[in-house]
């Protein structure tokens, strides 16, 4: 494969094998020991209790639950429910006999009224019943959906039925991204059509964001803070010091990468913790939609490169770029639409329900979804495109469609697996996702910096001295071949001479052998060798 020549050597040019094995490794292992740690010894992220049965009233559908002794470290607060399964209506039409264990989801809804108050309306109402509102009215007599889960041991497998005393529990009910009252009333009335009989028995239980987590995840992201500035000016120095013309696209988006980073690891996090503010929480969710459009842009550009490059044809900026902006830039702004929309719903609504709630945005998540498919589907194409030629490419961009390949499918799944809200169950999941982006590009800004060594002998022209015996002396060969199809040049060395005044060193006979069957025999041309 041809190599722009203008181009500098960067450093994964000039390693062996080896270093590049152990370089794998490394990152490898160093983004399992982030995982690990954070899913073994990192704190929890949230803590789960249930709401004392002297807070929780009522009769028939109608319940109150009254949330005491709140502060703003429970932030992220979940409310559910559980409902003894002897009042859930149970269809198992697919439930066969031999079945002793079911996990059956079942839709449901509610009408909703939640009533924030003050720490000295919590002291002077505290036996509020939730009929009035006492403080600061924030949903009144809301529709909401949410889903009733069965899981546990069948009672008779002819019955196709739960035990009467197995809980069956909701989805969040509830949800409070920043906890700004000390007490919340709510009042909820479930609709009769998914229970078999009147409730006589709800359990209330809270989830919140665990302070120690927070703490945690603090210190996480600002020490990859500081790495991301130190490597950010490392790799802007290093770069500096060549002339801009030889700089390849790959390093100068590697560069803004980089500089992203920086950003991606949330330098704000602190003020936006302490501050519990909504722009805060937008700016972020900017740069890390910003960073992850990025990453997609500079593979498409990296893979398209190298195929351009494959088939020797000229890269014509005018159509090589704009394409590929205005692809990813579709995508980064359904993606930015999405998550700003999720994050004002549920500061502004606690029953919001990202699962069920589909008006407004959905059409911008419909489309980050499409043009996610889109960009895997290009990608696909390209490599496919790629696989005739995987051979005559250089080691240098062998590795990087590989190792850009890995990473692109974990980044394509979480994005993906982060909409869906599957993630974010325990730590390791979270210091993971942000060591994996961070090693990826410190790896990539070392393999990618300037190196005044010479390029590695591998790649499409392979050049290789393979070991042999002298002959004796007086042995002369007749001749000797080099083969432009890949073998090596090989030479007579005389190291005791024929005679005094010889040279040490003799070519002897040369036979240069083509595809056209062209041969050169000097000695038959009467052209004596030295």
């Given at each position: 494969?041809?190599?722009?020549?203008?181009?500098?050597?960067?450093?994964?040019?000039?390693?062996?094998?080896?270093?590049?094995?152990?370089?794998?490794?490394?990152?490898?292992?160093?983004?399992?020991?982030?995982?690990?740690l954070?899913?073994?010894?990192?704190?929890?992220?949230?803590?789960?209790?249930?709401?004392?049965?002297?807070?929780?009233?009522?009769?028939?559908?109608?319940?109150?639950?009254?949330?005491?002794?709140?502060?703003q470290?429970?932030?992220?607060?979940?409310?559910?429910?559980?409902?003894?399964?002897?009042?859930?209506?149970?269809?198992?039409?697919?439930?066969?006999?031999?079945?002793?264990?079911?996990?059956?989801?079942?839709?449901?809804?509610?009408k909703?009224?939640?009533?924030?108050?003050?720490?000295?309306?919590?002291?002077?109402y505290?036996?509020?019943?939730?009929a009035?509102?006492?403080?600061?009215?924030?949903?009144?007599?809301?529709?909401?959906?949410?889903?009733?889960?069965?899981?546990?041991?069948?009672?008779?497998p002819?019955?196709?039925?739960?035990?009467?005393?197995?809980?069956?529990?909701?989805?969040?009910?509830?949800?409070?991204?920043?906890?700004?009252?000390?007490?919340?009333?709510?009042?909820?009335?479930f609709?009769?059509?998914?229970?078999?009989?009147?409730?006589?028995?709800?359990?209330?239980?809270?989830?919140?964001?665990?302070?120690?987590?927070?703490?945690?995840?603090?210190?996480?992201?600002?020490?990859?803070?500081?790495?991301?500035?130190?490597?950010?000016?490392?790799?802007?120095?290093?770069?500096?010091?060549?002339?801009?013309?030889?700089?390849?696209?790959?390093?100068?988006?590697?560069?803004?990468l980089?500089?992203?980073?920086?950003?991606?690891?949330?330098?704000?996090?602190?003020?936006?913790?302490?501050k519990?503010?909504?722009?805060?929480?937008?700016l972020?969710?900017?740069?890390?939609?910003?960073?992850?459009?990025?990453?997609?842009?500079?593979?498409?550009?990296?893979?398209?490169?190298?195929?351009?490059?494959?088939?020797?044809?000229?890269?014509?900026?005018?159509?090589?770029?704009?394409?590929?902006?205005?692809f990813?830039?579709?995508?980064?702004?359904?993606?930015?639409?999405?998550?700003?929309?999720?994050?004002?719903?549920?500061?502004?609504?606690?029953?919001?329900?990202?699962?069920?709630h589909?008006?407004?945005?959905?059409?911008f998540k419909?489309?980050?979804?499409?043009?996610?498919a889109?960009?895997?589907?290009?990608?696909?194409?390209?490599?496919?495109a790629?696989?005739?030629?995987?051979?005559?490419?250089?080691?240098?961009?062998q590795?990087?469609?590989?190792?850009?390949?890995?990473?692109?499918?974990?980044?394509?799944?979480?994005?993906?697996?982060?909409?869906?809200?599957?993630?974010?169950?325990?730590?390791?999941?979270?210091?993971?996702?942000?060591?994996?982006?961070?090693?990826?590009?410190?790896?990539?800004?070392?393999?990618?910096?300037p190196?005044?060594?010479?390029?590695?002998?591998?790649?499409?022209?392979?050049?290789?001295?393979?070991?042999?015996?002298?002959?004796?002396?007086g042995?002369?060969?007749?001749?000797?071949?080099?083969?432009?199809?890949?073998?090596?040049?090989?030479?007579?060395?005389?190291?005791d001479?024929?005679?005094?005044?010889?040279?040490a060193?003799?070519?002897?006979?040369?036979?240069?052998?083509?595809?056209?069957?062209?041969?050169?025999?000097?000695?038959?041309?009467?052209?004596?060798?030295?």
């Open positions: 494969m041809g190599r722009n020549n203008k181009h500098a050597v960067v450093q994964l040019e000039t390693m062996s094998r080896s270093a590049v094995w152990c370089i794998v490794f490394l990152f490898l292992s160093t983004f399992t020991l982030f995982t690990v954070g899913a073994d010894y990192g704190p929890a992220m949230y803590k789960t209790k249930q709401i004392a049965d002297e807070h929780v009233t009522g009769e028939h559908f109608d319940w109150t639950v009254r949330i005491r002794s709140m502060t470290k429970h932030r992220n607060l979940d409310i559910t429910a559980a409902f003894r399964a002897k009042h859930i209506k149970l269809h198992f039409a697919s439930l066969k006999k031999d079945f002793v264990w079911m996990d059956q989801a079942m839709p449901a809804k509610a909703l009224s939640v009533c924030g108050l003050s720490e000295q309306q919590v002291a002077h505290n036996q509020n019943n939730g009035t509102c006492a403080g600061t009215q924030l949903l009144l007599d809301y529709d909401t959906a949410f889903t009733i889960k069965c899981v546990g041991k069948v009672g008779e002819a019955a196709k039925e739960l035990e009467a005393e197995e809980w069956c529990h909701s989805s969040h009910l509830l949800h409070f991204t920043e906890v700004a009252y000390a007490g919340y009333d709510v009042r909820a009335t609709d009769g059509a998914s229970f078999g009989s009147e409730v006589d028995e709800v359990r209330f239980d809270m989830r919140y964001g665990n302070v120690a987590e927070t703490y945690y995840l603090m210190g996480f992201k600002y020490c990859f803070v500081g790495i991301s500035v130190l490597a950010f000016a490392m790799y802007s120095l290093v770069l500096g010091e060549t002339a801009r013309a030889s700089w390849s696209v790959e390093q100068e988006m590697l560069r803004l980089a500089g992203l980073l920086v950003l991606f690891n949330d330098p704000f996090y602190a003020l936006e913790e302490w519990a503010s909504a722009a805060l929480g937008v972020s969710v900017l740069f890390q939609t910003t960073f992850v459009a990025a990453l997609l842009l500079f593979w498409l550009i990296l893979v398209d490169h190298i195929r351009v490059d494959a088939k020797e044809q000229r890269i014509v900026r005018r159509s090589f770029y704009p394409a590929k902006l205005a990813v830039g579709v995508f980064w702004l359904a993606a930015l639409v999405t998550e700003c929309y999720n994050l004002k719903k549920r500061r502004d609504n606690p029953a919001y329900n990202i699962h069920i589909r008006h407004v945005y959905v059409f419909v489309l980050a979804h499409t043009f996610v889109l960009y895997v589907a290009w990608m696909a194409c390209m490599v496919l790629l696989f005739t030629e995987i051979r005559s490419l250089s080691r240098r961009f590795f990087l469609l590989l190792f850009s390949g890995v990473m692109g499918v974990i980044v394509i799944g979480g994005v993906v697996l982060q909409h869906e809200a599957h993630l974010n169950h325990n730590m390791g999941e979270v210091t993971g996702y942000y060591s994996l982006f961070n090693l990826y590009v410190y790896t990539m800004c070392y393999l990618y910096a190196s005044r060594e010479m390029p590695a002998a591998y790649g499409q022209v392979t050049m290789s001295a393979h070991a042999r015996e002298l002959p004796a002396p042995d002369r060969r007749s001749t000797e071949h080099i083969d432009h199809d890949g073998g090596g040049g090989d030479f007579d060395l005389d190291l001479g024929e005679a005094a005044g010889k040279p060193v003799r070519m002897g006979d040369l036979d240069l052998d083509f595809d056209a069957d062209l041969d050169l025999d000097l000695g038959d041309l009467g052209v004596e060798s030295p």
